[in-house]
Nanobody
Framework: QVQLVESGGGLVQAGGSLRLSCAAS????????MGWYRQAPGKQRELVAP???????NYADSVKGRFTIARDNFENTVYLQMNSLKEEDTAVYFC?????????????WGQGTQVTVSS
């Protein structure tokens, strides 16, 4: 079993910055892709940014140029640096990983961390 622990959410004014972290722990697993999703009230969960094990990244159009995803493969941690935050970035942010665990491909979600951007 793999556990994901997120941190770094909070309340920030528009134009401010936050950095989210998500650390994976467990035994006998290797992580493939990692990513961040978000879900605003009344909306579907959407992909914000994925990152492959080799470090290739992609971003939702709404966050390009403002958010940066990075990972530390030694620490099994993925980060999301969020700059120039807007009110529309307000959501619960979830990290997600897919990994090989005891020979099987599995997907895990973090518990979610609230990001609130005020005007």
């Amino acid at each position: 079993q793999v556990q994901l622990v997120e941190s770094g959410g909070g309340l920030v004014q528009a134009g401010g910055s936050l950095r989210l972290s998500c650390a994976a722990s467990g035994s006998a697993f290797s992580i493939n892709a990692m990513g961040w999703y978000r879900q605003a009230p009344g909306k579907q969960r959407e992909l914000v940014a994925p990152i492959t094990c080799s470090g290739s990244t992609n971003y939702a159009d709404s966050v390009k140029g403002r958010f940066t995803i990075a990972r530390d493969n030694f620490e099994n941690t993925v980060y999301l640096q969020m700059n120039s935050l807007k009110e529309e970035d307000t959501a619960v942010y979830f990290c997600n990983i897919d990994c090989l665990e005891s020979g099987s491909l599995r997907y895990y979600w973090g518990q979610g961390t609230q990001v609130t951007v005020s005007s």
